[in-house]
């Protein structure tokens, strides 16, 4: 659903859903949204997802989620072994996106962003 509504907010925004920036948009969205029910969820709170247009050619992406806790890293490798069945999706956003992170989201939460290219 997050993937939908970010292409729907592009495409109202002027970026049609077959663009490269729709496209990779929905990506990311999605992916950071599963990593916040999979590892991010606390019962009873969801995630929140803020789509920005900082500037003319750069959307920023944010999934917040109550798990301050758990925070993913960086992967200091290329990508998982072959057979494994989880761990691609923050090698796609670091494909995708021109630089991502994550930030404290008081009290207890955190915020996972990545800024992709509009261009």
């Known amino acids: ?60 992406v944010e999934v917040a989620d109550p798990r301050g806790d758990r925070r993913p890293q960086p992967r200091t490798t290329t990508s998982p072994d072959s057979d494994a069945e989880s761990g691609r999706g923050l090698v796609l956003v670091d494909a995708l996106a021109t630089r991502w992170g994550t930030v404290p989201r008081p009290p207890s939460g955190k915020t996972v962003w990545a800024c992709l290219p509009l261009t």
């Not at 969801?46 to 247009?53: A, D, G, M, T």
């Open 1 to 60: 659903m997050a993937r939908l509504l970010t292409v729907q907010q592009l495409a109202e925004w002027g970026w049609p859903p077959t663009c490269t920036a729709s496209e990779s948009a929905g990506l990311v969205v999605a992916e950071l949204a599963a990593n916040a029910v999979t590892h991010g969820r606390v019962r009873g709170r969801c995630f929140r997802l803020r789509l920005v247009v900082e500037a003319p050619d750069t959307l920023r």
